[in-house]
């Protein structure tokens, strides 16, 4: 089989697969990997300075204002977003809709009773699809989520690309990687990233990546604003030579591996993102990219109003706990410059 048709069942299966329950699964300390939303609330206090600034400039204030977010795990990020929005603008966040896009419907129910036992739940909705977000004009974002995305990989061997794809070991008991012909969508993508590869190289694509931008780019039909929250690279960096294993990693107790046959459901498995194509496929959608950055600058731009009202004084325990978090988030040996944030624009 393909390598992504593996990695759709190790992660997705309804029964076995890795994040068949998001809701119970830990991240964090406790967890498997750490994301920004597990280092504490901050991240989500950041965003929501960048949500109120951009609604008020961007959509000049427009009434009823709709936040679409995707990939939201338990829904921390979503309670978060909407705590800093009650600090910042109380009036602001009671006349927001909050859209959480979750289709598969076991983890969608989990996700609203978590939700409505949580007095920081309230606001928040859970819809089953991206139609069902739609709306005419909104603010859309996710966080670790195209990375989750199941790849092919390829295998540069004797001067020709060749397919990566998941068959049975030598024994017959377990599972390898074996080479095949590439199916001609793989092709036209060998095609475009040329043959000037060392021997034994081996990357990873990420065809899915089309149609969902295609579908997300759909949300909002008149205005809207897109962030897409990641690690990842520009395609010269993604397949530079000297990136001769690829990006394709496996997490279990903050552990990292290259082996995603070692627990297939047990382990989570990753690719960074190939962000020259998220944009690719954006502009056939109808949307101009205007920002490309990390972390680090994304973070340190929405946090200025909140730096500012704090300036000069001695921080109180609240303020303290979160100034430490924001110096992680913005890191540029932590998450500061590994996680990059692509912004897209619809309408003026």
């Not at 329950?21 to 994301?35: E, K």
């Not at 092919?152 to 001067?159: I, S, V």
């Amino acid at each position: 089989m393909s390598f992504s048709d593996f990695m759709e069942l190790s992660l997705y299966h309804k029964e076995y697969g890795y994040y068949s329950q998001p809701v119970s699964r830990a991240i964090g300390r406790t967890g498997d990997f750490y994301t920004s939303v597990s280092v504490g609330s901050t991240f989500g206090f950041l965003l929501a300075h960048a949500i109120h600034r951009e609604w008020i400039t961007t959509f000049g204030g427009a009434p009823q204002p709709v936040i679409v977010e995707q990939g939201a795990h338990d829904g921390r990020l979503a309670r978060d977003v909407m705590a800093g929005l009650r600090a910042i603008d109380p009036a602001f966040a009671a006349s927001l809709t909050y859209r959480i896009i979750e289709p598969r419907p076991s983890v969608r129910m989990a996700l609203e009773e978590t939700l409505a036992s949580d007095p920081a739940g309230g606001g928040i909705e859970v819809v089953g699809d991206i139609a069902a977000a739609a709306t005419p004009c909104g603010i859309f974002l996710c966080n670790e989520l195209l990375d989750a995305f199941p790849v092919h990989c390829l295998l540069y061997q004797d001067g020709a690309w060749r397919e990566r794809a998941v068959g049975r070991n030598d024994s017959g008991d377990g599972l390898a990687w074996v080479a095949r012909p590439l199916p001609p969508f793989l092709e036209a993508f060998a095609a475009l990233i040329g043959h000037d590869f060392p021997e034994g190289y081996h990357t990873e694509v990420c065809p899915a990546v089309d149609h969902w931008v295609e579908e997300s780019a759909a949300l909002f039909g008149e205005k809207g604003l897109w962030w897409i929250v990641d690690y990842g690279y520009e395609r010269s960096d993604y397949y530079a030579p000297s990136r001769r294993t690829g990006t394709l990693r496996c997490y279990d107790a903050h552990r990292a591996g290259e082996d995603p046959f070692a627990s297939p459901g047990r382990q989570d498995i990753t690719a960074h993102v190939d962000f020259t194509r998220v944009e690719e496929a954006a502009s056939r959608a109808g949307l101009r990219r205007t920002r490309f950055t990390d972390q680090h600058h994304f973070l340190i731009e929405a946090a200025r109003p909140w730096l500012l009202s704090i300036e000069g004084e001695a921080p109180a325990a609240a303020n303290a706990k979160r100034l430490r978090q924001f110096q992680t988030l913005t890191h540029p040996s932590l998450m500061g410059q590994q996680f990059k944030v692509m912004e897209f624009r619809r309408g003026s």
